[in-house]
């Protein structure tokens, strides 16, 4: 199976920046698009922002020209720096890929745990 294991939440004061990192590893066939999802206390889990094997970026509008999603597929890494940070970012953020193991070469949807980024005013 395929793991994802997600890296550089915190805690930073508005108009911050912080850079999360998702690493996936396992019996690796292929991963498809990879991105990331916020939950904030309270409300439902929404996309942030996800990017395709081929570099295609799609970006929720609240975080258009602050937040930059990157991959790098040699070692099946999605990154998401964020800049500008405002407290309303404040939320647990997933990482999420569509990928398929070598036992399966089946394309499943793949979560890790979250990591926690608290935004102070």
């Known amino acids: 199976q395929v793991q994802l294991m997600e890296s550089g939440g915190g805690l930073v004061q508005a108009g911050g920046s912080l850079r999360l990192s998702c690493a996936a590893s396992?019996?690796?066939?292929?991963?498809?698009?990879m991105g990331w999802y916020r939950q904030a206390p309270g409300k439902q889990r929404e996309l942030v922002a996800a990017?395709?094997?081929?570099?295609?970026?799609n970006y929720a509008d609240s975080v258009k020209g602050r937040f930059t999603i990157s991959r790098d597929n040699a070692v099946n890494t999605v990154y998401l720096q964020m800049n500008n940070l405002k407290p309303e970012d404040t939320a647990v953020y997933y990482c999420?890929?569509?990928?398929?193991?070598?036992?399966?070469?089946?394309?499943?949807?793949?979560w890790g745990q979250g990591t926690l980024v608290t935004i102070s005013s």
């Open positions: 999420n890929a569509w990928a398929a193991p070598r036992q399966t070469l089946r394309y499943l949807e793949t």
């Open positions: 396992g019996n690796i066939f292929r991963i498809d698009t």
């Open positions: 990017i395709t094997p081929g570099g295609t970026t």
